[in-house]
């Protein structure tokens, strides 16, 4: 009995044994650890570090986004006749093609702009980043490759029968104002090429791919109520940089898109003249239209925030360890014995032992 016994719970046993996790210092959290001691002075001296580190920092960032000039003029109203008193008069003017919609505003320039300096064009209240419009496109039709399927581009993937290249309301939205520069001594030639980044231009539009019944899609109907710009057929998609940097799309509702860049120097208080065509419908829903010039620094364009958060990090950690050193000079606290701290007592005991 007994034997038979033991040799029913042997099992038993190793079954219970061989549940139990193998031991290791990993398992039972027992690894060397850094365990730093956080005493007024390391304190003070980290605060005093990040703050001289990032103090210079932002003072340099923000030196650089300031060294930027930059013009900004808000022109969707201004370009509309005084007499447009409501939404629907706005929107009724804008999509009226046989009135002509040009207007002439005035730039005056505050400091030298050294070449280049770019042109961009800032839309408000405008959604690009909507889940609806951004799926609307087709880069298999881009690109030039085999198009397996254009339902991504409904309603605007046809005219009848004829395929519309390319398709989509991204393509279909394009943004269609234009502009004409000139100062006292005669025009400002733009140059429009190099405006959008190289990766969309060689990966993205086939270099044969051209434009077809593009212009012919629904302009006037229910799904014209912001309208676009036409393209040329002759023209291959990876030529049309206008077309490329549109559809690139924003992830905010308020963006600039570069238009175009001009290659030669504006003094300071110079006055441009602006000939715009305004044909982009923004009245629609409620957005804004504006023009900048603006040129670069080795930081990019005019942004202070990086900078203004740099030196607000930086002057905070400073404004702390100060405070640090004065609560500790006015109320000294003795630290404890470090030799009373467990990890230390039990290296003290086994020393002891050896």
């Known amino acids: 009995m007994n034997g038979a016994s033991s040799s029913e719970d042997g099992p038993t046993n190793l079954m219970k044994e061989s549940k139990k996790p193998k031991y290791t210092k990993f398992t039972q959290q027992e690894l060397p650890a850094c365990k730093p001691l956080l005493t007024p002075g390391w304190v003070m001296a980290t605060f005093m570090v990040v703050g001289i580190i990032f103090i210079p920092i932002g003072a340099v960032t923000l030196l650089a986004s300031n060294s930027v000039v930059e013009v900004v003029h808000r022109y969707d109203m201004e370009c509309l006749p005084s007499t447009l008193a409501t939404k629907a008069d706005r929107v009724s003017y804008i999509q009226n ?168 120097q504006l003094e300071a208080n110079q006055t441009v003249t602006v000939g715009i065509s305004n044909v982009y419908n923004t009245y629609t829903f409620k957005g804004s239209k504006k023009l900048v010039l603006s040129t670069t620094s080795w930081l990019g364009g005019k942004n202070s925030f990086l900078g203004i958060a740099y030196l607000t990090v930086g002057l905070i950690c400073m404004f702390l360890a100060l405070v640090f050193f004065l609560i500790h000079l006015k109320n000294p606290r003795p630290l404890g014995d470090t030799s009373y701290l467990s990890w230390n007592r039990k290296n003290a005991s086994n020393n002891s032992r050896g």
Request: hydrophobic content about 35%.
């Open 97 to 264: 093609s046989a009135v002509d919609h040009s207007c002439n505003v005035t730039l005056t320039i505050p400091k030298r702009m050294k070449p280049p300096v770019y042109v961009y064009y800032e839309l408000t209240n405008f959604y690009q980043n909507h889940r609806r419009y951004v799926k609307s496109r087709n880069d298999q039709q881009l690109r030039g490759d085999e198009v397996s399927s254009l339902d991504s581009c409904k309603p605007l993937d046809k005219v009848g029968n004829q395929t519309i290249v390319p398709c989509g309301l991204i393509a279909w939205s394009l943004f269609n104002d234009t502009y004409s520069f000139t100062t006292a001594s005669g025009g400002i030639l733009v140059e429009k090429t190099g405006i959008a980044w190289k990766s969309d231009v060689q990966s993205k539009f086939g270099s044969d791919v051209k434009p077809l019944f593009f212009p012919n899609n629904d302009r006037n109907g229910s799904l014209g109520v912001i309208g676009g710009a036409a393209l040329d057929p002759n023209k291959p998609l990876r030529d049309a940089e206008d077309l490329i940097v549109w559809m690139r799309t924003a992830a905010l509702p308020n963006f600039r898109k570069l238009w175009g860049r001009i290659n030669q």
